[in-house]
Protein backbone atom coordinates (compact mmCIF):
# COMPACT_ATOMS: atom_id res chain seq x y z
CA UNK A 1 0.00 0.00 0.00
CA UNK A 2 2.74 2.24 0.86
CA UNK A 3 5.41 1.18 -1.82
CA UNK A 4 7.28 3.71 -3.63
CA UNK A 5 5.01 3.55 -7.08
CA UNK A 6 1.79 3.56 -5.08
CA UNK A 7 3.28 6.93 -3.09
CA UNK A 8 4.58 8.98 -6.53
CA UNK A 9 1.61 7.70 -8.54
CA UNK A 10 -0.77 9.66 -5.55
CA UNK A 11 1.52 12.88 -5.32
CA UNK A 12 2.31 12.85 -8.87
CA UNK A 13 -0.59 11.65 -10.86
CA UNK A 14 -0.05 10.72 -14.61
CA UNK A 15 -3.78 11.28 -16.02
CA UNK A 16 -6.11 13.63 -16.36
CA UNK A 17 -8.81 12.32 -13.68
CA UNK A 18 -5.45 12.08 -11.20
CA UNK A 19 -4.51 15.92 -11.42
CA UNK A 20 -8.50 17.05 -10.84
CA UNK A 21 -8.64 15.11 -7.73
CA UNK A 22 -5.27 16.61 -6.40
CA UNK A 23 -6.63 20.18 -7.38
CA UNK A 24 -9.84 19.34 -5.51
CA UNK A 25 -8.17 17.69 -2.70
CA UNK A 26 -5.97 20.59 -1.85
CA UNK A 27 -9.08 23.04 -2.24
CA UNK A 28 -11.08 21.35 0.49
CA UNK A 29 -7.55 21.04 2.78
CA UNK A 30 -7.81 24.90 2.09
CA UNK A 31 -11.49 25.12 2.67
CA UNK A 32 -10.96 23.39 6.17
CA UNK A 33 -7.86 25.38 7.54
CA UNK A 34 -10.45 28.65 6.49
CA UNK A 35 -13.55 27.82 8.07
CA UNK A 36 -11.45 26.58 11.55
CA UNK A 37 -9.20 29.97 11.38
CA UNK A 38 -13.08 31.74 10.66
CA UNK A 39 -14.50 29.95 13.67
CA UNK A 40 -11.60 30.82 15.72
CA UNK A 41 -12.43 34.75 15.04
CA UNK A 42 -15.73 34.31 15.71
CA UNK A 43 -14.81 33.23 19.58
CA UNK A 44 -13.66 36.31 20.47
CA UNK A 45 -16.30 38.07 18.37
CA UNK A 46 -18.96 36.56 20.66
CA UNK A 47 -16.98 38.49 23.67
CA UNK A 48 -17.40 42.38 23.87
CA UNK A 49 -14.74 43.12 26.51
CA UNK A 50 -11.79 41.68 24.64
CA UNK A 51 -8.13 42.91 26.28
CA UNK A 52 -5.86 44.43 23.55
CA UNK A 53 -3.64 41.92 23.89
CA UNK A 54 -6.55 39.91 22.16
CA UNK A 55 -5.75 42.09 19.28
CA UNK A 56 -2.63 40.54 18.46
CA UNK A 57 -4.25 36.89 18.22
CA UNK A 58 -7.61 37.74 16.66
CA UNK A 59 -5.61 39.83 13.59
CA UNK A 60 -3.25 36.97 13.41
CA UNK A 61 -5.98 34.66 12.40
CA UNK A 62 -7.76 37.22 10.46
CA UNK A 63 -4.67 37.00 8.14
CA UNK A 64 -4.47 33.04 8.41
CA UNK A 65 -8.25 32.92 7.28
CA UNK A 66 -7.59 35.80 4.41
CA UNK A 67 -4.27 34.43 2.92
CA UNK A 68 -5.50 30.71 2.87
CA UNK A 69 -8.46 31.59 1.29
CA UNK A 70 -7.53 34.18 -1.26
CA UNK A 71 -3.67 32.73 -1.66
CA UNK A 72 -4.98 28.85 -1.13
CA UNK A 73 -8.81 27.88 -1.62
CA UNK A 74 -9.24 30.65 -4.77
CA UNK A 75 -6.44 29.73 -6.81
CA UNK A 76 -6.35 25.82 -6.24
CA UNK A 77 -10.54 25.67 -6.51
CA UNK A 78 -10.65 27.81 -9.73
CA UNK A 79 -8.24 25.55 -11.17
CA UNK A 80 -9.80 22.11 -9.98
CA UNK A 81 -13.29 23.42 -11.81
CA UNK A 82 -11.64 24.46 -14.94
CA UNK A 83 -9.61 20.96 -15.39
CA UNK A 84 -12.43 19.33 -14.92
CA UNK A 85 -15.00 21.35 -16.96
CA UNK A 86 -12.34 20.09 -19.68
CA UNK A 87 -12.36 17.02 -18.83
CA UNK A 88 -16.35 17.08 -19.17
CA UNK A 89 -15.62 18.13 -22.65
CA UNK A 90 -13.18 15.73 -23.85
CA UNK A 91 -10.00 17.23 -23.35
CA UNK A 92 -6.72 16.68 -21.42
CA UNK A 93 -4.06 17.44 -19.30
CA UNK A 94 -0.76 16.36 -21.24
CA UNK A 95 1.53 17.68 -18.70
CA UNK A 96 0.42 15.85 -15.65
CA UNK A 97 4.03 15.83 -14.06
CA UNK A 98 3.97 19.77 -14.29
CA UNK A 99 0.61 20.62 -13.04
CA UNK A 100 1.47 18.20 -9.96
CA UNK A 101 4.90 19.74 -9.29
CA UNK A 102 3.58 23.11 -9.62
CA UNK A 103 0.52 22.18 -6.86
CA UNK A 104 3.25 21.17 -4.35
CA UNK A 105 5.06 23.89 -4.97
CA UNK A 106 2.51 26.41 -4.68
CA UNK A 107 1.03 24.54 -0.95
CA UNK A 108 4.77 24.34 0.33
CA UNK A 109 5.53 28.27 -0.51
CA UNK A 110 2.14 29.59 1.44
CA UNK A 111 2.82 26.74 3.95
CA UNK A 112 6.07 28.93 4.27
CA UNK A 113 4.87 32.12 4.92
CA UNK A 114 1.87 31.44 6.98
CA UNK A 115 4.33 29.54 9.40
CA UNK A 116 5.87 33.04 10.00
CA UNK A 117 2.27 34.58 11.55
CA UNK A 118 1.46 37.20 8.64
CA UNK A 119 -0.01 39.83 10.68
CA UNK A 120 -1.45 42.69 8.22
CA UNK A 121 -4.30 41.71 6.58
CA UNK A 122 -4.87 39.39 3.33
CA UNK A 123 -4.19 42.65 1.03
CA UNK A 124 -0.61 43.20 2.18
CA UNK A 125 -0.87 47.00 2.26
CA UNK A 126 2.39 49.00 2.51
CA UNK A 127 3.96 50.20 4.62
CA UNK A 128 2.84 48.25 7.30
CA UNK A 129 3.37 45.00 5.16
CA UNK A 130 7.20 45.58 5.83
CA UNK A 131 7.98 47.25 8.78
CA UNK A 132 9.42 45.00 11.63
CA UNK A 133 9.55 47.48 15.04
CA UNK A 134 8.38 47.55 18.09
CA UNK A 135 5.31 49.38 17.41
CA UNK A 136 3.98 46.54 14.53
CA UNK A 137 5.51 43.07 13.15
CA UNK A 138 4.39 41.78 9.49
CA UNK A 139 4.94 38.75 10.62
CA UNK A 140 5.01 37.57 14.40
CA UNK A 141 7.59 34.89 13.46
CA UNK A 142 9.63 36.34 11.03
CA UNK A 143 12.13 39.16 11.51
CA UNK A 144 14.52 41.06 9.11
CA UNK A 145 15.95 38.90 6.41
CA UNK A 146 13.56 35.97 6.95
CA UNK A 147 10.42 38.16 6.32
CA UNK A 148 12.00 38.76 2.93
CA UNK A 149 12.11 35.03 1.87
CA UNK A 150 8.45 34.78 3.48
CA UNK A 151 7.47 37.25 0.62
CA UNK A 152 10.26 35.74 -2.03
CA UNK A 153 7.56 31.64 -1.11
CA UNK A 154 4.67 33.37 -1.85
CA UNK A 155 5.70 34.66 -4.83
CA UNK A 156 7.20 31.57 -5.99
CA UNK A 157 3.83 29.96 -4.74
CA UNK A 158 1.49 32.64 -7.08
CA UNK A 159 4.12 31.88 -9.84
CA UNK A 160 3.63 28.37 -9.48
CA UNK A 161 -0.06 28.66 -9.55
CA UNK A 162 0.50 31.02 -12.73
CA UNK A 163 2.33 28.22 -14.76
CA UNK A 164 -0.26 25.50 -13.77
CA UNK A 165 -2.98 28.02 -15.61
CA UNK A 166 -1.32 28.79 -18.40
CA UNK A 167 -0.44 24.85 -19.20
CA UNK A 168 -4.06 24.42 -18.70
CA UNK A 169 -4.44 26.87 -21.57
CA UNK A 170 -2.11 25.38 -23.37
CA UNK A 171 -3.57 21.84 -22.91
CA UNK A 172 -6.91 23.01 -24.06
CA UNK A 173 -5.65 24.29 -27.35
CA UNK A 174 -4.00 21.06 -27.84
CA UNK A 175 -6.21 18.47 -26.63
CA UNK A 176 -9.49 20.20 -28.20
CA UNK A 177 -11.71 18.04 -30.39
CA UNK A 178 -11.17 19.13 -34.11
CA UNK A 179 -14.15 20.66 -35.62
CA UNK A 180 -16.35 21.04 -32.28
CA UNK A 181 -17.19 24.10 -30.67
CA UNK A 182 -16.11 24.41 -26.84
CA UNK A 183 -18.97 22.94 -24.31
CA UNK A 184 -20.20 25.98 -22.75
CA UNK A 185 -18.81 24.94 -19.06
CA UNK A 186 -15.33 23.97 -20.98
CA UNK A 187 -15.88 27.52 -22.53
CA UNK A 188 -16.03 29.98 -19.41
CA UNK A 189 -13.27 27.62 -17.64
CA UNK A 190 -10.81 27.81 -20.13
CA UNK A 191 -11.48 31.96 -21.01
CA UNK A 192 -11.24 32.16 -17.37
CA UNK A 193 -8.42 30.56 -17.17
CA UNK A 194 -6.84 32.96 -19.61
CA UNK A 195 -7.73 35.51 -17.04
CA UNK A 196 -5.86 34.07 -14.30
CA UNK A 197 -3.03 33.68 -16.18
CA UNK A 198 -3.07 37.42 -17.16
CA UNK A 199 -3.96 38.46 -13.63
CA UNK A 200 -2.13 36.53 -11.27
CA UNK A 201 1.54 37.71 -12.35
CA UNK A 202 0.87 40.82 -10.42
CA UNK A 203 0.41 39.58 -7.48
CA UNK A 204 3.80 37.83 -7.65
CA UNK A 205 5.26 41.09 -8.94
CA UNK A 206 4.17 43.15 -5.72
CA UNK A 207 5.49 40.09 -3.61
CA UNK A 208 8.94 40.21 -5.33
CA UNK A 209 9.12 44.40 -5.00
CA UNK A 210 8.68 43.19 -1.29
CA UNK A 211 11.52 40.73 -1.44
CA UNK A 212 13.83 43.44 -3.07
CA UNK A 213 12.66 46.16 -0.43
CA UNK A 214 13.42 43.53 2.60
CA UNK A 215 16.79 42.34 1.05
CA UNK A 216 18.29 45.03 -1.40
CA UNK A 217 16.33 48.65 0.45
CA UNK A 218 14.66 48.80 -2.85
CA UNK A 219 12.04 51.60 -2.42
CA UNK A 220 8.32 51.19 -2.67
CA UNK A 221 5.69 53.74 -4.14
CA UNK A 222 3.04 53.15 -2.04
CA UNK A 223 -0.07 54.22 -4.40
CA UNK A 224 1.81 52.07 -7.48
CA UNK A 225 2.19 48.52 -5.72
CA UNK A 226 -2.04 48.93 -4.29
CA UNK A 227 -2.51 49.27 -8.19
CA UNK A 228 -0.18 46.67 -8.89
CA UNK A 229 -2.32 44.64 -6.53
CA UNK A 230 -5.54 45.44 -7.34
CA UNK A 231 -4.95 44.23 -10.55
CA UNK A 232 -4.59 41.30 -9.31
CA UNK A 233 -6.81 41.78 -5.87
CA UNK A 234 -10.35 42.29 -7.88
CA UNK A 235 -10.32 39.79 -10.49
CA UNK A 236 -8.99 36.74 -7.74
CA UNK A 237 -12.68 37.56 -6.65
CA UNK A 238 -14.09 36.13 -10.19
CA UNK A 239 -11.33 33.05 -10.28
CA UNK A 240 -13.89 30.58 -8.92
CA UNK A 241 -17.54 32.42 -9.26
CA UNK A 242 -16.99 32.56 -13.22
CA UNK A 243 -15.93 29.38 -13.87
CA UNK A 244 -18.93 28.20 -11.70
CA UNK A 245 -21.24 30.40 -13.94
CA UNK A 246 -19.89 27.61 -17.08
CA UNK A 247 -21.19 24.73 -14.51
CA UNK A 248 -24.34 26.54 -14.11
CA UNK A 249 -25.18 26.83 -17.62
CA UNK A 250 -24.29 23.67 -17.62
CA UNK A 251 -26.87 22.22 -14.94
CA UNK A 252 -29.26 24.54 -14.96
CA UNK A 253 -30.81 23.01 -18.30
CA UNK A 254 -29.88 19.83 -17.49
CA UNK A 255 -31.60 19.86 -14.42
CA UNK A 256 -34.64 22.12 -15.79
CA UNK A 257 -35.15 19.68 -18.83
CA UNK A 258 -34.71 21.60 -21.30
CA UNK A 259 -32.32 23.56 -23.28
CA UNK A 260 -30.64 27.15 -22.10
CA UNK A 261 -32.74 30.02 -22.66
CA UNK A 262 -29.98 31.38 -24.80
CA UNK A 263 -26.83 30.03 -25.73
CA UNK A 264 -25.82 33.27 -27.07
CA UNK A 265 -26.56 35.61 -24.36
CA UNK A 266 -24.17 32.88 -22.25
CA UNK A 267 -21.43 32.73 -25.29
CA UNK A 268 -21.50 36.49 -25.26
CA UNK A 269 -21.51 37.17 -21.58
CA UNK A 270 -17.69 35.45 -21.48
CA UNK A 271 -16.48 38.77 -23.21
CA UNK A 272 -18.05 40.89 -21.19
CA UNK A 273 -17.47 39.85 -17.75
CA UNK A 274 -13.67 38.82 -18.92
CA UNK A 275 -13.29 42.10 -19.93
CA UNK A 276 -15.06 43.77 -17.55
CA UNK A 277 -13.46 41.84 -13.96
CA UNK A 278 -10.33 43.43 -15.53
CA UNK A 279 -11.27 47.44 -15.73
CA UNK A 280 -13.24 48.29 -12.27
CA UNK A 281 -10.44 47.03 -9.90
CA UNK A 282 -9.54 51.13 -9.33
CA UNK A 283 -12.85 51.01 -7.24
CA UNK A 284 -10.50 49.81 -4.12
CA UNK A 285 -9.00 53.38 -4.34
CA UNK A 286 -12.28 54.97 -3.48
CA UNK A 287 -11.02 56.40 -0.17
CA UNK A 288 -7.87 57.97 -2.00
CA UNK A 289 -8.24 61.32 -3.05
CA UNK A 290 -8.65 60.56 -6.66
CA UNK A 291 -9.91 62.98 -10.16
CA UNK A 292 -13.74 63.10 -10.44
CA UNK A 293 -13.12 61.68 -13.98
CA UNK A 294 -11.98 58.22 -12.65
CA UNK A 295 -15.08 58.53 -10.21
CA UNK A 296 -16.68 58.56 -12.85
CA UNK A 297 -15.10 55.53 -14.56
CA UNK A 298 -15.38 53.42 -11.78
CA UNK A 299 -19.26 53.29 -11.48
CA UNK A 300 -19.68 52.98 -15.49
CA UNK A 301 -17.09 50.14 -14.96
CA UNK A 302 -18.71 48.14 -12.38
CA UNK A 303 -22.28 48.51 -14.09
CA UNK A 304 -21.16 47.40 -17.67
CA UNK A 305 -19.39 43.63 -14.99
CA UNK A 306 -22.77 44.04 -13.25
CA UNK A 307 -24.38 43.69 -16.44
CA UNK A 308 -22.84 40.69 -17.02
CA UNK A 309 -23.82 39.02 -14.23
CA UNK A 310 -27.39 40.95 -14.26
CA UNK A 311 -27.28 38.62 -17.78
CA UNK A 312 -26.61 35.57 -16.15
CA UNK A 313 -29.21 35.64 -14.12
CA UNK A 314 -31.71 36.28 -16.46
CA UNK A 315 -30.34 33.84 -19.05
CA UNK A 316 -30.65 31.07 -16.04
CA UNK A 317 -33.36 32.21 -14.56
CA UNK A 318 -35.97 32.00 -17.77
CA UNK A 319 -34.57 28.69 -18.26
CA UNK A 320 -35.49 27.66 -14.98
CA UNK A 321 -39.00 29.75 -15.24
CA UNK A 322 -39.80 28.60 -18.75
CA UNK A 323 -39.35 25.08 -17.78
CA UNK A 324 -41.84 22.39 -17.16
CA UNK A 325 -40.62 21.42 -13.53
CA UNK A 326 -36.95 21.69 -11.86
CA UNK A 327 -35.32 18.71 -10.52
CA UNK A 328 -34.74 19.71 -6.72
CA UNK A 329 -34.71 16.04 -5.62
CA UNK A 330 -30.97 15.67 -7.53
CA UNK A 331 -27.93 16.81 -4.82
CA UNK A 332 -26.36 18.43 -8.12
CA UNK A 333 -29.21 19.87 -9.42
CA UNK A 334 -30.28 21.17 -5.71
CA UNK A 335 -26.34 22.49 -4.58
CA UNK A 336 -26.81 24.34 -8.49
CA UNK A 337 -30.28 25.93 -7.96
CA UNK A 338 -28.98 26.79 -4.21
CA UNK A 339 -25.73 29.03 -5.55
CA UNK A 340 -27.58 30.75 -8.19
CA UNK A 341 -30.31 31.29 -5.67
CA UNK A 342 -27.75 32.65 -3.30
CA UNK A 343 -25.80 35.00 -6.35
CA UNK A 344 -28.45 36.78 -6.56
CA UNK A 345 -29.40 37.71 -2.67
CA UNK A 346 -25.62 38.37 -2.58
CA UNK A 347 -25.03 40.47 -6.18
CA UNK A 348 -28.17 42.24 -5.09
CA UNK A 349 -25.63 44.16 -2.20
CA UNK A 350 -23.19 45.17 -4.36
CA UNK A 351 -24.66 46.82 -6.78
CA UNK A 352 -24.49 50.45 -4.76
CA UNK A 353 -20.99 49.52 -3.36
CA UNK A 354 -18.82 51.21 -5.85
CA UNK A 355 -20.57 54.87 -5.95
CA UNK A 356 -19.07 57.34 -4.18
CA UNK A 357 -21.64 58.72 -2.07
CA UNK A 358 -22.26 55.46 -0.59
CA UNK A 359 -18.97 53.79 -0.45
CA UNK A 360 -16.86 55.96 1.89
CA UNK A 361 -19.78 54.82 4.40
CA UNK A 362 -19.81 51.25 4.35
CA UNK A 363 -16.08 50.95 2.69
CA UNK A 364 -14.70 49.73 5.95
CA UNK A 365 -18.17 48.35 7.87
CA UNK A 366 -19.78 44.51 7.94
CA UNK A 367 -21.48 45.42 5.27
CA UNK A 368 -18.47 44.74 2.90
CA UNK A 369 -17.90 41.93 5.01
CA UNK A 370 -22.10 40.34 4.59
CA UNK A 371 -21.30 41.05 1.18
CA UNK A 372 -18.54 39.31 -0.57
CA UNK A 373 -19.01 36.29 2.43
CA UNK A 374 -22.83 35.54 1.21
CA UNK A 375 -21.51 35.19 -2.37
CA UNK A 376 -18.82 32.98 -1.33
CA UNK A 377 -20.88 31.16 0.98
CA UNK A 378 -23.61 30.83 -1.71
CA UNK A 379 -22.42 30.69 -5.12
CA UNK A 380 -19.07 29.76 -4.79
CA UNK A 381 -19.30 26.96 -1.83
CA UNK A 382 -22.80 25.83 -3.41
CA UNK A 383 -21.58 25.97 -7.04
CA UNK A 384 -18.03 24.05 -6.04
CA UNK A 385 -20.40 21.42 -4.55
CA UNK A 386 -22.44 21.03 -7.38
CA UNK A 387 -19.33 20.69 -9.14
CA UNK A 388 -17.72 18.29 -6.85
CA UNK A 389 -20.77 16.30 -6.54
CA UNK A 390 -20.64 15.66 -10.18
CA UNK A 391 -16.72 15.31 -10.19
CA UNK A 392 -17.67 11.84 -8.11
CA UNK A 393 -20.42 11.19 -10.51
CA UNK A 394 -17.93 11.15 -13.93
CA UNK A 395 -15.37 9.56 -11.95
CA UNK A 396 -16.75 6.09 -11.50
CA UNK A 397 -18.80 4.59 -14.08
CA UNK A 398 -21.94 3.61 -12.98
CA UNK A 399 -21.75 5.21 -9.69
CA UNK A 400 -25.02 6.90 -8.36
CA UNK A 401 -25.88 8.73 -4.65
CA UNK A 402 -27.92 6.06 -3.11
CA UNK A 403 -31.74 7.34 -1.74
CA UNK A 404 -30.91 7.69 1.90
CA UNK A 405 -27.53 9.50 0.99
CA UNK A 406 -29.37 11.82 -1.53
CA UNK A 407 -31.64 12.88 1.28
CA UNK A 408 -28.70 13.99 3.61
CA UNK A 409 -26.71 15.45 0.88
CA UNK A 410 -30.01 17.62 0.29
CA UNK A 411 -30.69 18.18 3.69
CA UNK A 412 -27.07 19.46 4.20
CA UNK A 413 -27.13 21.94 1.54
CA UNK A 414 -30.41 23.58 2.99
CA UNK A 415 -28.75 23.42 6.21
CA UNK A 416 -25.79 25.23 4.94
CA UNK A 417 -27.45 27.80 2.48
CA UNK A 418 -30.38 28.67 4.79
CA UNK A 419 -28.75 29.71 7.91
CA UNK A 420 -25.31 31.55 5.94
CA UNK A 421 -27.62 33.43 3.54
CA UNK A 422 -29.10 34.73 6.96
CA UNK A 423 -25.38 35.01 8.16
CA UNK A 424 -24.81 37.77 4.98
CA UNK A 425 -27.23 40.32 5.71
CA UNK A 426 -27.10 40.04 9.63
CA UNK A 427 -23.44 41.32 8.80
CA UNK A 428 -24.77 43.87 6.19
CA UNK A 429 -27.27 45.14 8.55
CA UNK A 430 -24.16 45.34 11.55
CA UNK A 431 -21.98 47.15 8.33
CA UNK A 432 -25.02 49.52 8.20
CA UNK A 433 -25.79 49.96 11.98
CA UNK A 434 -21.67 51.14 11.71
CA UNK A 435 -20.07 48.31 12.81
CA UNK A 436 -16.14 48.56 11.60
CA UNK A 437 -14.40 45.24 10.45
CA UNK A 438 -11.11 44.22 10.89
CA UNK A 439 -11.59 45.57 14.67
CA UNK A 440 -11.82 43.26 17.50
CA UNK A 441 -13.38 46.00 20.26
CA UNK A 442 -17.04 46.49 19.12
CA UNK A 443 -19.83 48.49 21.20
CA UNK A 444 -22.22 46.54 23.19
CA UNK A 445 -25.06 46.85 20.66
CA UNK A 446 -23.52 44.28 18.31
CA UNK A 447 -23.52 41.86 21.12
CA UNK A 448 -26.43 39.67 19.62
CA UNK A 449 -25.51 40.13 16.07
CA UNK A 450 -22.35 38.63 16.82
CA UNK A 451 -23.94 35.73 19.00
CA UNK A 452 -26.49 34.90 16.26
CA UNK A 453 -24.24 34.52 13.79
CA UNK A 454 -21.59 32.48 15.37
CA UNK A 455 -24.93 30.04 16.44
CA UNK A 456 -25.74 30.32 12.34
CA UNK A 457 -22.36 29.50 11.49
CA UNK A 458 -22.18 26.29 13.92
CA UNK A 459 -25.31 25.12 12.27
CA UNK A 460 -24.57 26.03 8.71
CA UNK A 461 -20.83 24.35 9.34
CA UNK A 462 -22.84 21.49 10.42
CA UNK A 463 -24.58 20.92 7.25
CA UNK A 464 -21.99 21.29 4.47
CA UNK A 465 -20.13 18.59 6.47
CA UNK A 466 -22.82 16.23 6.31
CA UNK A 467 -23.61 16.85 2.67
CA UNK A 468 -19.61 16.44 1.66
CA UNK A 469 -19.17 13.62 4.33
CA UNK A 470 -22.78 11.32 2.89
CA UNK A 471 -21.38 11.89 -0.75
CA UNK A 472 -17.79 11.24 -0.04
CA UNK A 473 -19.09 8.01 2.20
CA UNK A 474 -21.51 6.56 -0.70
CA UNK A 475 -18.69 7.03 -3.58
CA UNK A 476 -15.96 5.56 -1.35
CA UNK A 477 -17.90 2.36 -0.38
CA UNK A 478 -19.45 2.17 -4.35
CA UNK A 479 -18.49 -0.87 -5.66
CA UNK A 480 -19.13 -1.76 -9.50
CA UNK A 481 -21.30 -4.75 -10.44
CA UNK A 482 -20.12 -5.97 -13.72
CA UNK A 483 -19.21 -9.07 -15.19
CA UNK A 484 -17.13 -10.28 -18.22
CA UNK A 485 -18.18 -13.16 -20.80
CA UNK A 486 -16.75 -14.20 -23.91
CA UNK A 487 -19.30 -15.16 -26.83
CA UNK A 488 -19.02 -17.09 -30.10
CA UNK A 489 -20.32 -17.55 -33.15
CA UNK A 490 -18.02 -20.38 -34.95
CA UNK A 491 -20.72 -21.98 -36.23
CA UNK A 492 -21.82 -19.07 -38.41
CA UNK A 493 -17.97 -18.29 -39.30
CA UNK A 494 -18.40 -15.52 -36.51
CA UNK A 495 -15.28 -14.45 -34.55
CA UNK A 496 -15.46 -14.40 -30.52
CA UNK A 497 -16.47 -11.30 -28.87
CA UNK A 498 -16.00 -9.95 -25.02
CA UNK A 499 -19.69 -9.19 -23.84
CA UNK A 500 -19.85 -6.66 -20.63
CA UNK A 501 -22.67 -7.32 -18.41
CA UNK A 502 -23.38 -3.84 -16.65
CA UNK A 503 -26.87 -3.34 -14.74
CA UNK A 504 -29.08 0.04 -15.71
CA UNK A 505 -27.50 2.16 -13.33
CA UNK A 506 -24.63 0.92 -15.30
CA UNK A 507 -25.93 1.38 -18.70
CA UNK A 508 -26.75 5.07 -17.76
CA UNK A 509 -23.18 5.98 -17.21
CA UNK A 510 -21.59 4.04 -19.95
CA UNK A 511 -20.97 7.60 -21.31
CA UNK A 512 -18.73 8.55 -18.20
CA UNK A 513 -16.68 5.17 -19.04
CA UNK A 514 -15.80 6.68 -22.15
CA UNK A 515 -15.15 9.88 -21.32
CA UNK A 516 -12.57 8.95 -19.07
CA UNK A 517 -10.91 6.84 -21.10
CA UNK A 518 -10.45 9.24 -23.70
CA UNK A 519 -8.92 11.58 -21.33
CA UNK A 520 -6.40 9.08 -19.86
CA UNK A 521 -5.48 7.91 -23.30
CA UNK A 522 -5.17 11.52 -24.44
CA UNK A 523 -3.18 12.74 -21.05
CA UNK A 524 -0.72 9.58 -21.34
CA UNK A 525 -0.14 8.93 -24.61
CA UNK A 526 -1.07 12.42 -26.59
CA UNK A 527 1.24 11.20 -29.67
CA UNK A 528 -1.31 8.81 -30.92
CA UNK A 529 -3.19 11.79 -31.75
CA UNK A 530 -0.58 12.82 -34.00
CA UNK A 531 -0.38 9.62 -35.59
CA UNK A 532 -4.05 8.99 -35.91
Do not use: C
Request: glycine share 8%; hydrophobic share 50%; net charge positive.
Amino acid sequence: MFSFSKLKSVFFPSSTSGVIWQYFAGSLAWLAIVGMAAMNLRTYLVYPQNSPQVGVTYYAFLTLHGWSAMLGLVPFAAISVIAFSMYKDGMSIRRTKLMSSMFWIANAGLIFALLGGPDMGWYMYPPLAVEDNSNFHAFLNYHGPLMGVAYLALAISSLAQTIATVNLVSDAYATKPKGQKLGIFSAYGVAFAVIIALTLPALTAGEIWYTLNILAGVPINTLLWLVLFWFYGHPVVYYVPFPIFGALYYYVPKFSGRSLYSEKWARWNIYLLAVGSMLIWVHHLQTFPIPVPVRLWINLSTLILASGSGLTVLNLGLTVLTSKGYNLKDPVGMATLMALIGFILGGVQAVPLPMFPINPIVHNTYYVVGHFHLVIWTLILMGFTAVFLDLLRTMRPGFNFSRTSTRMINAGIVLWTIPFATVGYLMSVEGYMGMLRRVIAYPETFYLYNVAISFLAEIGIAGIVMAVGSALVDFLTYSVPSSVGVSSSTSTGGTPSVVLSQGSDERKSFDNFKLMLNNSVNGKYSQIRKVS
